[in-house]
């Protein structure tokens, strides 16, 4: 979910209903002349956070082997063994104390790093997808962004409701949670 773009919902309503948009399931929008590319260091910060998300999912599902993640004592203490400073997750990055988490390659051998590796090379391909098409409409005066719930199997359901549309450009799936897509449209009025 994208807060920012919820946030501009109210803010930008006149300018879509002016360039006869409508989107269902509509979670938020952005004007991309205020937006820039991603950087290469917000890159890397992201691709430490997905290491530390999968790392924590493979924990809570024990490697794989279930298909439920479980929360407990146990779990925390796997946590703790791959992931460095794991304690200080539930800090704040302004909080005293708080070291940022790292991943303990060391404690990664075979079979588990394997596993590993794969998962975030998995998860950062389909996040590098969504933001490589971020990047490129970035800066432009005509691009509204537009955040809505309509992503991964929910686009067979209203797909003809918005890619038949004049001011469609392009659609895709968000990489944190598919169930979301971020869809660019062409705007005339502003």
Same mark, same amino acid.
């Given at each position: 979910?994208?807060?920012?773009?919820y946030?501009? %919902?109210?803010?930008?309503?006149?300018?879509?209903?002016?360039?006869g948009?409508?989107?269902p399931?509509l979670?938020?929008?952005?004007?991309?002349?205020?937006?820039?590319p991603?950087?290469?260091?917000?890159?890397?910060?992201?691709?430490?956070? %997905?290491e530390?998300?999968?790392?924590?999912?493979?924990?809570?599902?024990?490697?794989g082997?279930?298909?439920y993640?479980?929360?407990?004592? =146990?779990?925390?203490?796997?946590c703790?063994?791959?992931?460095?400073?794991?304690?200080? =997750?539930?800090?704040?990055?302004?909080?005293e104390?708080? =070291?940022?988490?790292? %991943?303990?390659?060391?404690?990664?051998? /075979?079979?588990?790093?394997?596993?590993?590796?794969?998962?975030?090379?998995?998860?950062? =391909?389909?996040?590098?997808?969504?933001?490589?098409?971020?990047?490129?409409?970035? /800066?432009?005066?005509?691009?509204?962004?537009?955040?809505?719930?309509?992503? /991964?199997?929910?686009?067979?359901?209203?797909?003809?409701?918005?890619?038949?549309?004049?001011?469609?450009?392009?659609?895709?799936?968000? /990489?944190?949670?598919s169930?979301?897509?971020?869809?660019?449209?062409?705007?005339?009025?502003?």
């Open positions: 979910m994208d807060l920012y773009a946030s501009q %919902i109210d803010e930008l309503d006149e300018l879509v209903k002016k360039n948009i409508y989107v399931r979670r938020g929008y952005r004007l991309m002349k205020d937006e820039k991603l950087t290469k260091e917000e890159w890397r910060e992201i691709q430490h956070n %997905i530390i998300r999968v790392m924590v999912m493979l924990c809570e599902s024990e490697w082997q279930n298909t993640y479980c929360y407990s004592t =146990r779990t925390i203490a796997k703790a063994k791959h992931i460095k400073n794991y304690e200080c =997750r539930s800090m704040s990055e302004d909080d104390g708080y =070291r940022e988490p790292e %991943i303990r390659w060391d404690r990664l051998k /075979g079979k588990k790093k394997r596993i590993f590796i794969t998962r975030v090379k998995n998860e950062l =391909r389909d996040i590098k997808k969504q933001y490589a098409v971020w990047n490129k409409y970035c /800066g432009r005066d005509d691009i509204l962004y537009i955040h809505a719930r309509i992503g /991964g199997s929910n686009w067979d359901c209203y797909n003809t409701d918005v890619k038949d549309q004049p001011w469609f450009i392009e659609k895709v799936d968000d /990489g944190w949670d169930t979301y897509c971020d869809i660019y449209a062409k705007i005339k009025e502003g």
